[in-house]
């Protein structure tokens, strides 16, 4: 339980405290401008769970850059999200990759392009080829989950290690579970 509370000018500091003890965190706010409805105390309060929230997701490695990766693509609309975040992430790294070639001194090759070593493409996958990606590997995730009852990596992860090292799906999961 978490406890926010606002003390005033007016005392109850000994109350305050009292609850504040009795939590497994707690904010204790002074001179909060109050309002007959609460709604400043519960503003402060969604806040500080949205970064409780959000430490526990960077903390869980579920989050990369600003982007929450872990997404169980379910449906249609969740798959086209996680693909959407692939692109994302992979047009990323080759922007890194760009400006560290500019940086050296060194002509850039192709252009946008990427080398995915040991899949056989040179260039960025196509969203169909990541639609394939992202169903199978989210449909591995849940047969492991059923058979082994061992959870594995979100399906984005796996398939940007697959990406990044040309891997299998397993040899992808074996290196993440490390």
């Given at each position: ?142 047969l492991w989950?059923?058979?082994h009852g ?29």
């Amino acid at each position: 339980m978490i406890a926010v509370t606002a003390e005033g000018k007016d005392g109850g500091g000994e109350e305050v405290r009292q609850l504040a003890s009795q939590c497994h965190g707690s904010v204790i706010v002074d001179n909060l401008a109050g309002d007959s409805l609460g709604l400043v105390t519960s503003l402060v309060l969604k806040k500080i769970l949205n970064l409780v929230s959000n430490g526990a997701m960077i903390g869980a490695g579920k989050v990369v850059g600003n982007i929450m990766i872990d997404v169980s693509p379910a449906n249609n609309k969740l798959i086209d999200r996680s693909i959407r975040i692939i692109q994302e992430l992979l047009r990323r790294e080759e922007g890194k990759k760009d400006d560290k070639i500019k940086t050296e001194g060194e002509e850039k090759d192709g252009g946008g392009v990427m080398m995915l070593s040991g899949l056989g493409v040179s260039s960025f996958p196509s969203y169909g080829e990541l639609y394939e990606l992202v169903t199978r590997v989210f449909s591995l995730k849940k047969l492991w989950v059923n058979q082994h009852g061992v959870s594995i990596p979100s399906p984005i992860r796996v398939i940007l290690e697959m990406l990044r090292g040309g891997r299998t799906v397993q040899e992808a999961i074996d290196k993440l579970q490390r």
